[in-house]
């Protein structure tokens, strides 16, 4: 049986026993995880529903994948950059394709753990809100006082008159 996934943004056509470069997941390497968006499923020439088709695979390593050079320039302007960027990149062996929705979900786990430390934190802002606020306050008002002290304490500094060529002065006669 075979199934179009989608993960990271791209289309991937797995089977059972695939290995494929998907771009970065949660989890470490032996983790097992459902990849839950399945356009499309079937059987040679079969298709399935989509939607009671389940993908499992199992996390075989957290890598990176090629460099990518990027290099800028700008011709007879001495405008040169060269930059390079290494795409974090998660390996996954695809375990089972199938219509069974009873796979372990360790994906899952976390986005409970997650949940209580979410709800923490917004109590802790709130206590913490009041006190940003005014000194938030204090420090708009404080910002155009400085700015007008500033230039009271410095006149503008005005520019020097362009020098003008002396003019020649006629000779003497003796």
């Known amino acids: 049986m075979f199934a179009v996934v989608r993960t990271g943004g791209k289309q991937y056509r797995v089977t059972a026993g695939d290995k494929i ?3 970065k997941l949660a989890g470490d390497a032996g983790d097992t995880i459902q990849l839950g968006d399945v356009l499309l499923a079937g059987d040679g020439d079969k298709l399935a529903e989509a939607g009671k088709v389940t993908v499992s695979a199992e996390i075989i390593a957290q890598a990176k994948s090629e460099k ?3 290099f800028k320039k ?3 302007h001495n405008y040169r950059r060269k930059a390079g960027h290494r795409q ?3 390996l996954l062996r695809i375990v089972s394709v199938g219509d ?3 796979a372990p979900k360790k994906a899952a786990a976390p986005k409970a753990e997650e949940a209580p430390k979410a709800e923490a934190a917004p109590k802790a802002e709130k206590a913490k809100a009041p006190a940003k606020t005014a000194e ?3 420090a708009k008002a404080a910002k155009p006082a400085a700015k007008k002290e500033a230039a009271a304490e410095k006149p503008a500094e005005k520019k020097a008159p362009a020098k ?4 020649k002065k006629p000779a003497a006669k003796k």
């Open 100 to 102: 069974s929705k009873a």
């Open 88 to 90: 974090q990149m998660t």
């Open 68 to 70: 990518v050079v990027v």
């Open 74 to 76: 700008r011709r007879r």
């Open 136 to 138: 938030a306050k204090e």
């Open 21 to 23: 470069a998907v771009e």
């Open 164 to 167: 003008k060529p002396a003019a």
